[in-house]
């Protein structure tokens, strides 16, 4: 079997000390959205073909891996008109939809309102490109079943005490209002019912400019002056105009609310704002939306907002919901970046035997007296280049090594 | 949006609770086997369709979950020849195969001996029944690189200690050898090729009965007074009569070694014996193969063995390889029939406001002060049945209530 060893495109392998890292950033994560109250729960990575393609995930919906349907229900014969007949089940694109599910199906045994954190592998079939996978890791917070805007403060604060436990300072979190949007929208006589199609457009500012962004408007049949009308008032909102521009007095309201009571808890580790021109790319969002964007990176490390109708349209009842998503990739690159290691939580020896001079009974009993002691050991056969061997395992990160040969143990030296 | 809101058939959603139970689980096996040495390594879940058909998975190769090409590279047109001309990828049916690989890739990067260990979910598309799903958690450690007996025998040290440390007793380590029934396959005559066919046969006598499996080796070719013969012999087999039966003498003195020395770490923790019917199901083991059973189960609780030519098949270089797997869960059945829970590592409180009598500030200062006298903390409405929300509060494993009204902090008594 000769065999492509490298992983499928787009996705990885992680060396022990990538692993490392990335369960440090799991372990801290948790640790403050357990002491935030918030429970853990899990899905399967596979989910219904038909829950996910018509759901409102925006671009993401021409990403999904799709999966082949097994024994008598694949039927071949029918391939060559539509690959939807072959598939019954797709890998989940991101968390959020499949909580919406969960939700839906388990309602009764969970508390009201619940707070739900996940952490889990997500599947987007994009372009490969530096920093962008096709599988990777997501980690969300969502409130359902609270309509009031403690929800979205919960969220906010939970999510910057996460990044500060992290060693983040200095981001800023940024709000705005899909409801914003909407009234821009109908201030030029169009329907709400665009804003989300808007929303997607806008979202991608960032990327391809706001030149593009009103060139995509058109696109979606929006005419040339109302398209740039919108870009250039978006860009002028501040929370004091908003209602100039035809937003109702209760969204003024509650936006000032949270952003000015999301400041207080900032003190000065961090900032938060008013963003007009944020919208967020998901066709789901109905309220609040916010993003946390880092002076390192130039980039959002999380994004969220609320997403009210979502949960209604799968259990039939409508459920409030909000949620805040933590870019975990992006978080493990920054680390990476700035050479960060985690701590080690338990000191590691080395115990190193000379093969076929002892047994595996001295050995193992050695190692166990060893780790009575408090130390994790790997034991190891000793090479002919001992002093070599020394310098890999202290680079390696051992704390010391133990000579079964002279039964000693000698700690490596700190620098 | 009308859906099924129940997971894909065989998978499942995790609970809360259920969550918690995995977790905790999860981290006593970490700690033990970081405590021993072993590097966790992640491997994508999806892999190669070459890798995975071509492998010597046993039974497992007819229950991948296979992913449809994308864009340009599906041709339908091809489809109605054949379902492989759709897929170039899948889900991996367990983590030994993807070791393996990542090994033949990564190698130059890794230490020798390499001892890793992984937790991660593989999918195999089983007939769904009770304690069997389509996606569950396996839990592997290997070592790469060590041909000596010491493998086994830190691999079976390393397995029993994880497990006594979840808090089981009295199991028994069953060890045979792959290279046993290879010599009663030549003693019959039959090519030492027949091994692993002969092997996945036997491995069935647990769930099929003897009888049944002697007309399975028959199937294979094997003429049914020999197969009786065979399975006869296995069954009478013992360490002390291997020899009588044309098993080498290198052997014998091999498998010996492990059972006694294994036996003196056992100490009266659980017991260590050699299993003449004990040969594993998988194709690629090549020399000793173990099982743990519980008296509780009745049933194989971790299982593994010696498999030395799978990682050469992938890098073209002959590598040692050992591995040792628990049934994650079916421990989880075990601690959960048992009604285990979890130790508790913060006291949570609940914190009880009024809607509309409070604002969103005053309920997250309260928190954060809570918080920081070490509670974890989850913000609720104070419902007008107060009692009832109390009693399930206690339930959930709350320790108490903080009533922001009044400013007052009530544990709960214990029983």
Redesign the interface.
């Given at each position: 079997?000769k065999?492509?060893?490298?992983?499928?495109k787009g996705?990885?392998?992680?060396?022990?000390s990538?692993?490392?890292l990335?369960?440090y950033l799991t372990g801290v994560i948790a640790r403050t959205y357990?002491?935030?109250?918030?429970?853990?729960?899990?899905?399967?990575?596979?989910?219904?073909i038909?829950?996910l393609q018509?759901?409102e995930g925006g671009e993401n919906l021409a990403l999904i891996?799709?999966?082949?349907k097994?024994g008598e229900k694949?039927d071949?014969?029918k391939?060559?008109?539509n690959?939807d007949e072959?598939?019954d089940?797709g890998?989940r694109y991101d968390l959020t939809l499949p909580l919406a599910?969960?939700y839906?199906?388990?309602r009764a045994?969970?508390?009201e309102?619940f707070?739900?954190w996940q952490i889990g592998?997500v599947?987007r079939?994009e372009r490969p490109q530096k920093g962008r996978f096709r599988?990777f890791t997501q980690c969300d917070i969502d409130i359902l079943g609270e309509a009031?805007?403690?929800a979205e403060?919960?969220l906010i604060?939970a999510t910057a005490e996460a990044l500060k436990a992290i060693g983040l300072r200095g981001f800023t979190v940024e709000v705005s209002d899909r409801r914003v949007l909407a009234a821009l929208v109908a201030a030029l006589g169009l329907d709400t019912a665009l804003t989300p199609l808007v929303a997607v457009c806008i979202d991608k500012a960032d990327k391809i400019g706001w030149e593009k962004v009103i060139e995509e408007l058109v696109k979606q049949g929006i005419d040339q002056i109302a398209a740039a009308g919108l870009v250039g008032v978006m860009q002028s909102l501040s929370l004091g105009n908003l209602a100039e521009h035809g937003v109702s007095s209760s969204v003024v309201e509650a936006l000032s609310?949270v952003v000015e009571?999301a400041a207080?808890?900032a003190g000065g580790d961090y900032n938060v704002r008013f963003a007009p021109t944020l919208v967020r790319g998901m066709g789901y969002y109905t309220g609040m939306v916010f993003e946390i964007t880092t002076a390192e990176l130039g980039l959002s490390v999380a994004g969220g907002g609320r997403y009210d109708g979502l949960v209604g349209?799968?259990?039939g009842q409508s459920v409030p919901a909000v949620g805040f998503s933590i870019g975990f990739e992006r978080i493990v690159l920054l680390l990476e970046q700035q050479g960060f290691t985690p701590p080690v939580?338990?000191p590691?020896v080395?115990l190193l035997y000379n093969?076929g001079e002892c047994?595996?009974?001295s050995?193992?009993t050695a190692?166990?007296a060893l780790?009575q002691q408090g130390y994790?050991?790997?034991?190891?056969?000793e090479r002919a280049k001992l002093g070599k061997q020394l310098s890999?395992l202290e680079a390696?990160g051992f704390a010391g090594y133990y000579s079964l040969a002279k039964m000693e143990l000698v700690m490596f030296e700190r620098a």
């Amino acid at each position: 079997m000769k065999c492509n060893t490298n992983p499928v495109k787009g996705m990885r392998d992680f060396l022990p000390s990538e692993v490392r890292l990335r369960e440090y950033l799991t372990g801290v994560i948790a640790r403050t959205y357990a002491q935030h109250g918030f429970q853990r729960i899990e899905t399967p990575a596979v989910e219904h073909i038909e829950l996910l393609q018509n759901s409102e995930g925006g671009e993401n919906l021409a990403l999904i891996f799709k999966i082949l349907k097994r024994g008598e229900k694949l039927d071949l014969t029918k391939a060559s008109q539509n690959e939807d007949e072959l598939v019954d089940s797709g890998l989940r694109y991101d968390l959020t939809l499949p909580l919406a599910r969960f939700y839906a199906n388990q309602r009764a045994r969970l508390p009201e309102p619940f707070k739900a954190w996940q952490i889990g592998t997500v599947y987007r079939a994009e372009r490969p490109q530096k920093g962008r996978f096709r599988a990777f890791t997501q980690c969300d917070i969502d409130i359902l079943g609270e309509a009031s805007e403690i929800a979205e403060l919960e969220l906010i604060h939970a999510t910057a005490e996460a990044l500060k436990a992290i060693g983040l300072r200095g981001f800023t979190v940024e709000v705005s209002d899909r409801r914003v949007l909407a009234a821009l929208v109908a201030a030029l006589g169009l329907d709400t019912a665009l804003t989300p199609l808007v929303a997607v457009c806008i979202d991608k500012a960032d990327k391809i400019g706001w030149e593009k962004v009103i060139e995509e408007l058109v696109k979606q049949g929006i005419d040339q002056i109302a398209a740039a009308g919108l870009v250039g008032v978006m860009q002028s909102l501040s929370l004091g105009n908003l209602a100039e521009h035809g937003v109702s007095s209760s969204v003024v309201e509650a936006l000032s609310g949270v952003v000015e009571t999301a400041a207080t808890f900032a003190g000065g580790d961090y900032n938060v704002r008013f963003a007009p021109t944020l919208v967020r790319g998901m066709g789901y969002y109905t309220g609040m939306v916010f993003e946390i964007t880092t002076a390192e990176l130039g980039l959002s490390v999380a994004g969220g907002g609320r997403y009210d109708g979502l949960v209604g349209k799968l259990c039939g009842q409508s459920v409030p919901a909000v949620g805040f998503s933590i870019g975990f990739e992006r978080i493990v690159l920054l680390l990476e970046q700035q050479g960060f290691t985690p701590p080690v939580s338990i000191p590691s020896v080395a115990l190193l035997y000379n093969r076929g001079e002892c047994t595996a009974h001295s050995v193992i009993t050695a190692a166990e007296a060893l780790r009575q002691q408090g130390y994790a050991v790997r034991t190891l056969p000793e090479r002919a280049k001992l002093g070599k061997q020394l310098s890999q395992l202290e680079a390696e990160g051992f704390a010391g090594y133990y000579s079964l040969a002279k039964m000693e143990l000698v700690m490596f030296e700190r620098a």
